[in-house]
């Protein structure tokens, strides 16, 4: 039997509700925070109800304005409540956590050039 054309039968045909033209940014930078943010990363963390953020951090700015924030290495995330930024914050987290493993990688790189130079210098 075909469902009634009853309203309380077509409100599964609704949708949610789409973001207002403007509210999605044009363009968005990842870059690493500056002495010069400190004010709008201690904004940001008012905003989110959490402390600062400490040490290296990376930023999500568009249009001057820092939306999104994450700790280098940390698992601390900042996004603005008030502006659509979840998914800016998931792409920071992320870069963070792409910076961290690069920066790992470095390191144990380091370490196994130095062994073999140490035992380089051994066998001669």
Same mark, same amino acid.
């Given at each position: 039997m075909p469902p009634m054309s009853h309203s309380r039968n077509t409100s599964w045909s609704r949708r949610a509700p789409v973001a207002p033209a403007g509210a999605w940014p044009d363009s968005v930078t990842i870059r690493r925070a500056t002495d010069d943010d400190a004010t709008a990363l201690a904004r940001l963390a008012a905003l989110d109800s959490h402390p600062q953020l400490r040490g290296d951090v990376l930023v999500a700015e568009s249009g001057g304005e820092?939306? $999104?924030?994450?700790?280098?290495?940390?698992?601390?995330?900042?996004?603005?409540?008030?502006?659509?930024?979840?998914?800016? $914050?998931?792409?920071?987290?992320?870069?963070?956590?792409?910076?961290?493993? $690069?920066?790992?990688?470095?390191?144990?790189?380091?370490?196994?050039r130095a062994r073999a130079a140490a035992k380089a210098a051994v066998a001669a």
């Open positions: 820092i939306w $999104a924030a994450a700790e280098i290495h940390g698992a601390w995330v900042l996004a603005d409540p008030f502006r659509p930024s979840g998914e800016l $914050a998931l792409t920071v987290a992320q870069r963070a956590g792409d910076i961290r493993v $690069a920066a790992k990688r470095a390191a144990r790189r380091e370490e196994r």
